[in-house]
């Protein structure tokens, strides 16, 4: 089973800041938080993952919360082409060895 | 570029007959793994190799097979398919299994059972 929440769908304006929660309370010390991206009918897209510290590269920001219960992943400009299902899975020891559970997701729409 | 190859890109096959699908890789990873991602839903993990041992999981119908002969290829095979087998498969692979180790995946092949 998943072992994070987060919200169904949001919007976002393009040019604006793009903050997509998730919240994954029940994580161990050992397992890691990964942000991946769907765009319609495409292979899922690897963004960004994260332990403890917050991460930063050219395409997203990951901030983790300092207990790790919830993490935040930021596109800092929002274009269009972001419009996806953004899936946050925690992954690690703890979750069958190697899985990633694939939840959700948050279906993100990008308007002009 | 390295990548994560998946052939045909959409593939359609009839009803009870054999099909299999292939995934290659140029990344020369460890690990590659088949997921199955019916429309609407997220993807689901069919099952994993680590080099060459097979790891199955517990929920993943008999129908489904794999084969990997070698680190750059691995197939899929679904013996019979039924109707509720079409859906949109993923192959990716990674370094290693430790959570560390980022998934990189193909575009995916379509499949439709008519």
């Known amino acids: 089973d998943a072992k994070t929440t987060q919200p169904t769908s949001m919007d976002c304006a393009e040019g604006r800041a793009a903050n997509l929660p998730c919240n994954h309370s029940?994580?161990?010390?050992?397992?890691?938080v990964y942000w991946y991206r769907q765009i319609h009918s495409q292979g899922p897209q690897y963004i960004i993952h994260?332990?403890?510290n917050n991460e930063t590269n050219e395409m997203a920001s990951l901030i983790i919360t300092e207990d790790r219960k919830s993490s935040t992943l930021i596109l800092p400009h929002a274009t269009l082409r972001d419009t996806a299902v953004y899936y946050c899975?925690?992954?690690?020891?703890?979750?069958?060895?190697?899985?990633?559970?694939f939840g959700a997701g948050t279906r993100l729409f990008v308007k002009a | 570029d390295a990548m994560v190859i998946q052939n045909p890109r959409y593939q359609v096959t009839q009803f009870g007959k054999p099909v299999t699908l292939s995934c290659s890789q140029t990344?020369?990873?460890?690990?590659m793994y088949w997921y199955q991602q019916k429309s609407s839903q997220a993807p689901k993990l069919l099952f994993h190799?680590?080099?060459?041992?097979?790891?199955n999981e517990a929920d993943t119908p008999d129908n489904f097979q794999s084969r990997r002969p070698n680190t750059s290829f691995c197939f899929l095979d679904i013996r019979s398919p039924g109707l509720g087998d079409a859906a949109m498969y993923l192959c990716?692979?990674?370094?290693?299994?430790?959570?560390?180790?980022?998934?990189?995946f193909g575009p995916g092949t379509r499949l439709t059972v008519l």
């Open positions: 990344l020369n990873h460890n690990v």
């Open positions: 190799y680590y080099d060459k041992d097979f790891n």
């Open positions: 994260g332990l403890k």
């Open positions: 899975i925690v992954r690690g020891l703890n979750t069958g060895g190697f899985k990633t559970i």
């Open positions: 990716a692979t990674s370094r290693g299994t430790s959570g560390d180790n980022e998934q990189f």
């Open positions: 029940t994580i161990s010390g050992n397992e890691y």
